[in-house]
């Protein structure tokens, strides 16, 4: 199981970036998708989740209505849509897989997750 993000970088607050999720060696379509963040100096924390069908989406409060996922089962690609970044979105952030599960507050646990791919830095300065 491969999952390789990228798309991170340095932007100003306010901008937007764009962040993709390629994945390979499993049933991409069978797998909840999800994007969690880790700041320096804090713990991992989940950002938003799409099932997978793609109907339903989970995000943390602090993303709500700014952060949009997204997700291409045709392509193998999930992605995340970051609008009016802050300088507290400033993180390293990972993608994940899990097997099916429904979208709930257990989703916010990192324990949950099956697959961890490398993270991709997102630096928003002020």
């Known amino acids: 199981v491969q999952l390789q993000a990228s798309g991170g970088g340095l932007v100003q607050a306010g901008d937007s970036l764009r962040l993709s999720c390629a994945a390979s060696g499993y049933t991409f379509s069978m797998y909840t998708m999800g994007w969690f963040r880790q700041a320096p100096g804090k713990e991992r924390e989940f950002v938003a989740a799409?099932?997978?069908?793609?109907?339903?989406?989970y995000y943390a409060d602090s993303v709500k209505g700014r952060f949009t996922i997204s997700r291409d089962n045709a392509k193998n690609m999930v992605y995340l849509q970051m609008n009016s970044l802050r300088p507290i979105d400033t993180a390293v952030y990972y993608c994940?897989?899990?097997?099916?599960?429904?979208?709930?507050?257990?989703?916010?646990?990192?324990?949950?997750?099956?697959?961890w791919g490398q993270g991709t830095q997102v630096t928003v300065s002020s």
């Open positions: 994940a897989a899990g097997y099916q599960f429904p979208l709930t507050i257990a989703t916010m646990s990192d324990i949950t997750w099956d697959y």
């Open positions: 799409i099932s997978w069908s793609g109907d339903s989406t």
